[in-house]
């Protein structure tokens, strides 16, 4: 009898996100895919290894039995490719991020980064786009995950993103002012500079109403009533809605994230996390993707 550890990594999963759903998300393959591994684990040991309860999963005797080698199994194999996969690259990698929740998931792929390079250091480090723009302008960054416009997108960027901006405000706020109160992550966001620029350029008077260090304030802020600003379109939830006003005002551009090296001698290391980050993170989106 032969264990594969896919196997064991979708029935170990399944029992620990409790679903076969969450273990595919987990995972970052399907739930088919998670399924029909389990139901190949099962036949290959002769008996069922979960009791399905609804929507929840637990253990039969013989999956609880099997599960802490599973375990043991999954960690010494990804303990063996870690070794193996190692590499004796060494220096200091300096990376920058715009977004918050980004930075969640790019800290996952510095953990494995670090991993595979013992012998390397990461700068990490949370700024406005603005500013890493200038950072990697002046040499103070390797690479950064950030938002541009899309005519801003330079050839060798890697797009993760593509969205259209909008113009929001709450849904129960007004929707005509004398002077707009404009709500925006501040000087060195690049959708700030947007809204500025464009409600100077149709002569609008505006004001400074708020100035968020978070998505999620600027959303509380939309929500409460306290003036509008321009997001993009994923990122609109219940409360919020179009500004009606928008129609008149020229169209914004699409915004971007993406992946950029600075401009001057990139190493080796800063290659490889370039690499790695595009290779997890990367739709291989292009801005010129119909559905873009």
Same mark, same amino acid.
């Given at each position: ?173 007004? =929707? ?71 129609a008149d005002l020229p169209s914004p551009p699409n915004i971007c994230q993406v992946v950029r090296l ?8 800063? =290659? ?21």
């Amino acid at each position: 009898m032969r264990l594969d550890t896919e196997s064991l990594r979708a029935f170990v999963s399944a029992l620990e996100f409790d679903g076969m759903t969450n273990a595919a998300d987990e995972l970052g393959v399907s739930q088919s895919a998670v399924s029909w591994r389990i139901r190949r684990l099962e036949d290959r040991v002769g008996t069922d290894l979960l009791i399905r309860e609804g929507h929840s999963l637990r253990p039969t005797q013989a999956g609880s039995d099997l599960c802490a080698y599973a375990q043991t199994i999954i960690e010494a194999h990804d303990s063996a490719v870690r070794m193996l996969e190692s590499t004796s690259l060494e220096g200091t990698v300096r990376l920058g991020s715009s977004d918050d929740h980004l930075a969640e998931r790019v800290a996952y792929t510095l953990g494995r980064f670090r991993q595979a390079h013992p012998l390397s250091r990461v700068e990490f480090h949370i700024h406005h786009s603005l500013v890493l723009d200038q950072m990697l302008a002046a040499d103070l960054l390797d690479l950064a995950l950030y938002f541009v416009l899309e005519p801003d997108v330079e050839p060798d960027d890697e797009v993760l993103t593509v969205d259209d901006l909008v113009w929001v405000v709450g849904e129960n706020a007004p =929707k005509e002012f004398d002077v707009v109160p404009v709500l925006s992550f501040g000087e060195g966001s690049v959708t700030a500079r947007t809204t500025v620029t464009t409600l100077r350029a149709v002569g609008m008077d505006y004001s400074e109403a708020f100035t968020g260090s978070s998505f999620p304030s600027i959303l509380s802020a939309l929500r409460a009533g306290l003036g509008v600003s321009l997001i993009d379109r994923a990122n609109m939830t219940d409360g919020i809605v179009e500004w009606p006003v928008a129609a008149d005002l020229p169209s914004p551009p699409n915004i971007c994230q993406v992946v950029r090296l600075g401009s001057g001698s990139v190493s080796e290391l800063a =290659k490889e996390l370039y690499t790695d980050i595009v290779r997890e993170l990367g739709t291989g989106l292009s801005v010129d993707d119909e559905d873009s």
